[in-house]
């Protein structure tokens, strides 16, 4: 692997991949080291037990307060990815249904679909969309009608930076009997989400990017009427007790009968302090940065840039002719700027029928400043113009 330059702006890296991962703040290291300090000192189970209100209280009403969630609607995972898989593939779906999806459909959460039409015979559709790349929002109010149990729609996708009019959908959906999914991973963080105002029965994310949190960690909010609807085929002893050798009740009907016992003390102890920072910051207050990128981006010749949409977000894609992706991500590294290389297949229905095989993402949060920008883009014209290496 090639050494990573220090330069950045005035010897301080520029992190412009949050959409992968955000750089960890001090607090929430700090959480996760007293963590595991405390957990070689004294135990993993005497650690649990003395972070007890943390772990069963206060971490949830933080999530929930995050996303405008009743406390008891919110459940903790290590992934996102294990968050949709602990609902969706368990709807009861059937050959008379129809699954709509977006262009957008992040590809894990479409093979999880592709396993359930398989299962079940429901008919997966994809919603069109208008020139520019937005949502046909009247297309759905035309055909939505009751045999539409499933609509799933991502927020911000991870390929581009489009936000989705979430809130819009919900108020065409309210009147159907479907369910409808928000995959928040890219939007938690970064835009205002608030399930109350989305109207979605589920909405899923991630810790690790826009709120900055440690890998390992994600969540859901499941609505009562959809965890309801679950065919669900096991509860772990968190939430349920075997009463004799022929059976077991439920203890706990809240949205943690869809998690696992088993977890990482530290990471949620780390999502935790994470979640405070979130609360108490402005981490909004960064739409100049956000207009920054993207017209740098746009305006560095024989640059193609990758924006769908009428409403933009702090993730722009582009790619060139030219210089192929892997090697503007190590040019730019080089320099000091982090940014990722993204392949169309994550993003199937939208990126690869495009011919986008891959591209660069850079991605921006309250961290970022006009001057890491700027850095960027002399960096990204300078690459561009020497083109392709021989």
Same mark, same amino acid.
């Given at each position: 692997?090639? &050494?990573q330059?220090?330069?950045g ?16 703040? *001090? #607090?929430v290291?700090a959480?996760m080291e +007293?963590? =595991?300090?405390? +957990?070689?000192?004294t135990?993993?189970y +005497?650690t649990?037990?003395?972070?007890? *209100?943390? %772990?069963q209280?206060e971490v ?7 996303i ?7 459940a903790?995972?290590?992934s996102a990815?294990r ?6 593939p368990?709807l ?12 957008y459909e992040?590809?894990? @959460? %479409? =093979?999880s679909?592709?396993?359930?039409r398989d299962?079940?015979?429901c ?5 069109p969309?208008?020139p520019?790349?937005?949502?046909? %929002? ?5 055909h939505?009608?009751?045999?539409? #149990?499933l609509?799933s729609?991502?927020h911000i996708?991870?390929?581009?930076g ?12 309210a009147?159907?009997?479907?369910f409808y ?5 890219q939007s938690?963080?970064?835009v205002?989400v608030?399930?109350?105002? =989305?109207?979605c ?5 991630a810790?690790?990017?826009?709120l ?5 960690t994600g969540?859901a ?6 965890r309801a609807?679950l065919i669900?085929d096991?509860h *772990? ?5 075997v *009463?004799s050798?022929g059976g077991?009740?439920v ?6 009968g869809?998690? %696992?016992?088993?977890r990482?003390?530290?990471?949620v102890?780390g ?5 405070g920072?979130?609360?108490s910051?402005?981490?909004f207050?960064? &739409?100049e ?7 740098t981006?746009?305006k ?11 409403r933009?977000?702090g =993730?722009v894609?582009f790619?060139?002719?030219d210089?192929p ?8 590294r080089?320099r000091g700027?982090?940014?990722?290389k ?7 229905l939208?990126?690869?029928?495009r011919?986008?095989d891959?591209a ?5 949060h309250?961290y @970022?400043t006009? +001057? ?11 690459i561009?113009?020497l083109?392709?290496?021989?």
């Amino acid at each position: 692997m090639a &050494q990573q330059d220090s330069s950045g702006v005035n010897g301080r890296l520029i992190h412009l991949n949050t959409a992968g991962a955000g750089l960890m703040p *001090d #607090a929430v290291r700090a959480a996760m080291e +007293e963590c =595991i300090a405390r +957990e070689a000192a004294t135990g993993c189970y +005497e650690t649990e037990e003395a972070l007890d *209100d943390l %772990l069963q209280d206060e971490v949830y009403a933080r999530l929930a307060a995050a996303i405008g969630a009743p406390v008891g609607d919110v459940a903790l995972f290590d992934s996102a990815t294990r968050a949709w898989c602990a609902v969706v593939p368990k709807l009861p779906l059937g050959p008379a249904d129809r699954v709509w999806v977006t262009p957008y459909e992040y590809a894990g @959460n %479409l =093979i999880s679909l592709f396993s359930l039409r398989d299962r079940t015979g429901c008919r997966i559709e994809v919603v069109p969309t208008v020139p520019g790349g937005d949502l046909d %929002l009247d297309w759905m109010a035309r055909h939505v009608s009751d045999d539409v #149990a499933l609509v799933s729609v991502t927020h911000i996708p991870s390929g581009c930076g489009i936000v989705n009019p979430v809130e819009e959908i919900g108020r065409i959906l309210a009147p159907y009997r479907c369910f409808y999914a928000v995959d928040a991973c890219q939007s938690i963080g970064q835009v205002p989400v608030d399930v109350s105002r =989305i109207g979605c029965h589920l909405l899923t994310g991630a810790g690790r990017k826009f709120l900055r949190g440690p890998r390992g960690t994600g969540f859901a909010y499941a609505a009562p009427e959809l965890r309801a609807a679950l065919i669900t085929d096991f509860h *772990d002893l968190h939430v349920a007790r075997v *009463d004799s050798a022929g059976g077991y009740r439920v203890t706990d009907g809240s949205a943690r009968g869809l998690e %696992l016992a088993e977890r990482t003390t530290a990471a949620v102890a780390g999502f935790h302090a994470a979640l405070g920072l979130f609360a108490s910051g402005t981490p909004f207050d960064h &739409q100049e940065v956000f207009r920054a990128l993207r017209e740098t981006v746009e305006k560095t010749p024989g640059v193609e840039l990758i924006a769908p949409g009428t409403r933009q977000s702090g =993730i722009v894609s582009f790619r060139h002719p030219d210089v192929p992706a892997e090697e503007i991500r190590r040019r730019l590294r080089l320099r000091g700027i982090n940014v990722w290389k993204i392949v169309g297949h994550h993003t199937p229905l939208y990126m690869a029928e495009r011919g986008v095989d891959t591209a660069v993402r850079a991605s921006v949060h309250y961290y @970022n400043t006009l +001057e890491e920008i700027d850095a960027f883009g002399a960096a990204l014209r300078e690459i561009a113009g020497l083109g392709s290496p021989a």
